[in-house]
T-cell receptor, first 112, second 116 residues
Framework: AQSVTQPDIHITVSEGASLELRCNYSYGATPYLFWYVQSPGQGLQLLLKYFSGDTLVQGIKGFEAEFKRSQSSFNLRKPSVHWSDAAEYFCAVGAYDYKLSFGAGTTVTVRA | DAGVIQSPRHEVTEMGQEVTLRCKPISGHDYLFWYRQTMMRGLELLIYFNNNVPIDDSGMPEDRFSAKMPNASFSTLKIQPSEPRDSAVYFC??????????????FGDGTRLSIL
C-alpha cells in the first residue's frame, strides 16, 4: 500500500521569503502525486499534480513541485510567500484504485 | 462549474441522536469518497463509491456508520447512534476516471460535526 510522509509538522516563514515543503512517498509503481492546501474552515483545494512527463510541475497560486524518483520525493516550493499562503498543506499519493493516501500535513505560518 | 456540495456545514447534536450528512458530487464524476478529519488521526478515508456502488468500506469505524449513494448526484453518510468521539470534520470528494492527470479528487467544504 502507498504512504506519504511529511517530515515537517509546522513551518514559519517571513512574508516574501521562499518556502519549501517536503514530501516523501512510498509506492511500488509510478505514483500519482498531489499537493492540496486547506485554509481554516475550508475544504482541501488542489494546488498541483504529477502523473507523468516533466518532473517539475506548476500549480496555482505560484506554487511548483518537483518529482524526484530516486529520492521518492515530491517537494513543494514557492519563491516568495504571501500572508495569504498561511494554511495547512497536504501531500497525497494515488494508486490504480483511485484512492489517495494523505500525509499528516504541514502547517505554514507567515510572519510579517 | 459547481463544486462538491455538502450539507449541513455545521451540525451540533446530542449523543445518541441520528446524524445524516449529505453530499452532491461534481456532475459527471463517477467516484465519490467520504473522509473524516480529526486532530489526532488526520484525514481518514471512510468509504468510496464507483458508479454508485461501494467499493471499499474498510475505513468505516463501526457498524454505527453507514453510507449510501442512491444515484450519481447524491450520497449520504449516516451515524446512528452518534457518540461524542464521532465529533470531526467530514469531507466528501469526487473524481472522474476520465479526468487527465491522475484523477485528482475535488473536495467539498466539509461538515463540522459536534456530538455533545
Amino acid at each position: 500500500a502507498q504512504s506519504v510522509t511529511q517530515p515537517d509538522i509546522h513551518i514559519t516563514v517571513s512574508e516574501g521569503a521562499s518556502l519549501e515543503l517536503r514530501c516523501n512517498y512510498s509506492y511500488g509503481a509510478t505514483p500519482y502525486l498531489f499537493w492540496y492546501v486547506q485554509s481554516p474552515g475550508q475544504g482541501l483545494q488542489l494546488l498541483l499534480k504529477y502523473f507523468s512527463g516533466d518532473t517539475l510541475v506548476q500549480g496555482i497560486k505560484g506554487f511548483e513541485a518537483e518529482f524526484k524518483r530516486s529520492q521518492s520525493s515530491f517537494n513543494l516550493r514557492k519563491p516568495s510567500v504571501h500572508w495569504s499562503d498561511a494554511a495547512e498543506y497536504f501531500c497525497a499519493v494515488g494508486a490504480y484504485d483511485y484512492k489517495l493516501s494523505f500525509g499528516a500535513g504541514t502547517t505554514v505560518t507567515v510572519r510579517a | 462549474d459547481a463544486g462538491v456540495i455538502q450539507s449541513p456545514r455545521h451540525e451540533v447534536t446530542e449523543m445518541g441522536q441520528e446524524v445524516t450528512l449529505r453530499c452532491k458530487p461534481i456532475s459527471g464524476h463517477d467516484y465519490l469518497f467520504w473522509y473524516r478529519q480529526t486532530m489526532m488521526r488526520g484525514l481518514e478515508l471512510l468509504i468510496y463509491f464507483n458508479n454508485n456502488v461501494p467499493i471499499d468500506d474498510s475505513g468505516m469505524p463501526e457498524d454505527r456508520f453507514s453510507a449510501k449513494m442512491p444515484n450519481a448526484s447524491f450520497s449520504t453518510l449516516k451515524i446512528q447512534p452518534s457518540e461524542p468521539r464521532d465529533s470531526a470534520v467530514y469531507f466528501c470528494a469526487s473524481s472522474s476516471r476520465r479526468a487527465q492527470g491522475g484523477q485528482p479528487q475535488h473536495f467539498g467544504d466539509g461538515t463540522r460535526l459536534s456530538i455533545l
